[in-house]
């Protein structure tokens, strides 16, 4: 059973960066999509960012401040989260759609704060 390792996540001023990094825990076939996706408190999981077919989607919320990319190699990927608001506090969980089926992370809080 593939297990996605999620580390990165902290206590950050409102301004300032992290850098989230999820890896497989052995290879995988056919990665379909890569994604990050967070959950705050009373607040229904939404999906962040994510590269599917090799192009990379983010939410409005996000935009311009937050970067998705993999390392294929590594069956890796990572988070680049600039700019960051109190509002984005949140346990961000990582997601892989590939031929096996979906895989998710533990998830790592986020707090930004004010």
């Known amino acids: 059973q593939v297990q996605l390792v999620e580390s990165g996540g902290g206590l950050v001023q409102a301004g300032g960066s992290l850098r989230l990094s999820c890896a497989a825990s052995?290879?995988?076939?056919?990665?379909?999509?890569m994604g990050w996706h967070r959950q705050a408190p009373g607040k229904q999981r939404e999906l962040v960012a994510a590269?599917?077919?090799?192009?990379?989607n983010y939410a409005d919320s996000v935009k311009g401040r937050f970067t998705i990319s993999r390392d294929g190699a590594k069956n890796t990927v990572y988070l680049q989260m600039n700019s960051l608001k109190p509002e984005d506090t949140a346990v961000y969980y990582c997601?892989?759609?590939?031929?096996?089926?979906?895989?998710w992370g533990q998830g790592t809080q986020v707090t930004v704060s004010s």
């Open positions: 997601n892989f759609e590939a031929l096996g089926g979906g895989y």
């Open positions: 590269i599917i077919g090799g192009s990379a």
């Open positions: 052995r290879s995988m076939f056919r990665i379909n999509a």
